[in-house]
């Protein structure tokens, strides 16, 4: 069974759209959605094995892509991407800044090479990928971006690093919108919450455990997937949200909304599960 996309066969046909650590996770199922609407994916990540891995499940379901190794910290290695993507394919309608992670911790506890690790990863390297797309392609043709931070209201505990980069990462949207609207260029954002994903199992068991705890505080009572994710990024880039810049779409249950409340399990509240290769993260198999 394909791609179950929630948006109309072929929108994105002949269009190229980049989306940065594309061999898990969210970006796995971003690249495989936007694939099954027509766009060509260049599937960008640091492990070349994790991407051919994906560029495979693409190909094997009919759709076209293509895999780039790079650290996105690195201004070398991402110009060397957009200029071979460019030469390759002509052109690069879309940008999914998604890479990005972190690991549980208190802030005292942070070194500083881990803190700014994290906001290299998070915050850095989306800019660096926004700021080489936009020079080299969409300043003269126009375009869209959709950068990830996440779903916080002023702090992130547990995550001090992570939250200081995904804010930094907000006001480069905010900013980005507004310098480049002449170009044609939108730049939004996405801020998940607690997504169920491989990312899950990257976490500490005293990680594992903050995410469990914090499930009360969802009104909706589940974790997000990360199909309901994609949907979000892929109305972004499509020409539905062309009025559409400098905005943030909050995609957590409702979590930030009811801050420290915490609600009855229920079980109202139906997933939409379009991604038909998904992997339940280990620690909520049990």
Sequence with gaps: MPYQSAFRPAMFAGKTVIVTGGGSGIGRCTAHELASLGAHVALVGRKAEKLDAVRREILADGGKASAHACDIRKDEEVIRVVENLLHDQGRIDGLVNNAGGQYYGEMKD????????????????????????????????????????AAISGSLPGYAHSGA??????????????????????????????????????????GAAAIRAKLGGIPLQRYGNVAEVSAAIVFLLSPAAAFISGACL????????????????HHKSEPYDGFHLPSLPSMLRE
């Excluded at 990462?169 to 609207?181: G, V």
């Design 165 to 206: 980069a995904r804010c930094g990462m907000m006001s480069l949207t905010e900013t980005a919108a507004c310098e480049w609207a002449a170009s044609g260029v939108r730049v939004n954002a996405v801020a998940p919450g607690l997504v169920a994903s491989s990312g899950f199992d990257q976490y500490s068991e005293a």
């Design 250 to 265: 909050r995609i957590d249950g409702a979590a930030a909304t009811a801050r420290a409340c915490t609600f009855a399990p």
């Design 110 to 149: 942070f070194t500083t090479d881990g803190f700014e690790a994290v906001v290299r990863t998070n915050l850095t390297g989306g800019f660096i990928f926004m700021r080489e797309v936009y020079k080299r392609w969409m300043a003269h043709h126009g375009g869209a971006i959709v950068n990830m931070v």
